[in-house]
């Protein structure tokens, strides 16, 4: 443990399989100049044995999700009085509330909220998660000494939403570059096992089954594409996306696009998934911020088609094609664009080193350890 190394507590509202939890994991994972502790509001979900497995130290309070009990929350004070951080970084509007509170009433004065969200869309939000977003934004320059978010885009929703603009500190999240990396023989081993011929064009999205992700926007631009006279094959990963998903099955019946679609749902081998496609899409509508699917399949030398939803068009750059939202047509034009080049093995080559290249530089892991930990440095000199 260095000198200036810092004790941090990170307080997180759930470790369900997203991309803040992920995140998570891997500034705890990859950060070795300081000491992480993680409090958990609720329990274990999907990415609790990972944190195990990785040695990196868990309270679990479970305390139901959207409920506060007395009991978790004297476990939290409890907790930070024990551990005593130099800083706590909280992940979440929940997290942000909860864990920002307690903290500054256990007596931490460094405190940093993480903001991982760009839009809170009534009717589709909870009602209960738009009415934390703006209790913390009334209290956002008393409790958080600076407020990190992964997107430029969600600085703005939240200053709108009073949030204290001169405590904002962006950080985007970050890759794992020696996991996310071009990779041939895993492409041939998933075309393999999904029973696709090496040349056959494919489109995926890794997306749970949400509102938020929009997939009928997606299925819609397929039919379209279908229409237009294309062959390709388009496979959706994620939690609810497979056979057993009836609402899904019907809407690529409906569209007639069932034969094209591989429903696999979900996976843990997402570097090899990558790998596999020749365009990432994503169809978002809402709700992302810093959608780390887009750099994932950069990462792994993927051209990615994505709506211009959070920072979407700073992540992709000149290395793919942005879209508006809810646009199924513009969707299409756009994925036979990207047909058309990837008919063109140098054109489409170069692409692929672009998109690999711009992670590179931008958007890998030990960025957002190095921005994370200069934002705790000024917490702790507020």
Not at 168 to 192: H, K, Q, W, Y
Request: aromatic content about 8%.
């Amino acid at each position: 443990m260095q000198a200036n190394s810092l004790n941090i507590l990170h307080v997180i509202t759930g470790l369900t399989d997203g991309g803040a939890e992920n995140s998570l994991y891997q500034l705890c994972h990859n950060d070795r100049d300081n000491v992480h502790r993680v409090v958990c509001l609720m329990d274990a979900g999907q990415y609790g044995p990972r944190f195990d497995a990785a040695g990196i130290e868990v309270v679990y309070l479970n305390m139901p999700q959207g409920r506060v009990t007395p009991a978790g929350i004297w476990r939290l004070w409890r907790t930070i009085r024990e551990f005593r951080p130099d800083v706590v970084q909280t992940w979440m509007y929940h997290a942000d509330l909860v864990g920002g509170v307690v903290a500054r009433l256990a007596g931490v004065k460094a405190i940093c909220w993480g903001i991982r969200n760009s839009n809170l869309m009534p009717g589709a939000t909870k009602r209960s998660t738009i009415w934390v977003a703006k209790v913390c934004g009334a209290i956002s320059r008393v409790v958080p000494s600076r407020i990190v978010s992964c997107s430029q885009n969600a600085v703005e929703v939240h200053r709108k939403l009073r949030y204290a603009a001169m405590k904002f500190v962006i950080v985007p999240n970050g890759c794992n570059l020696s996991l996310l990396f071009p990779d041939s023989e895993a492409r041939t081993r998933v075309r393999d096992e999904w029973g696709l011929d090496a040349d056959m064009p494919l489109f995926g999205m890794v997306a749970r089954f949400d509102l938020q992700k929009d997939h009928v926007n997606l299925i819609a631009a397929l039919a379209q594409l279908k229409g237009l006279g294309w062959d390709f094959r388009c496979v959706l990963i994620g939690g609810g996306v497979d056979a057993d998903n009836a609402e899904l099955t019907l809407l690529l019946e409906d569209y007639g696009v069932r034969e094209r679609v591989l429903l696999v749902g979900r996976r843990s081998d997402i570097p090899a998934v990558m790998n596999a496609l020749d365009v990432h899409v994503l169809s978002s509508r809402f709700g992302e911020a810093f959608p780390n699917v887009l750099s994932e399949a950069m990462a792994c030398g993927t051209p990615c088609v994505s709506t211009d939803v959070g920072d979407a068009a700073f992540i992709v750059g000149d290395t793919g094609w942005i879209v508006p939202h809810s646009d199924s047509k513009a969707l299409a034009d756009h994925l036979a664009l990207a047909l058309e080049e990837h008919a063109d093995v140098p054109a489409w080559q170069a692409r692929k080193q672009r998109a690999r290249q711009r992670v590179v530089d931008s958007f890998s892991v030990q960025r957002m350890v190095d921005g994370y930990n200069a934002s705790w440095h000024l917490a702790c000199h507020v």
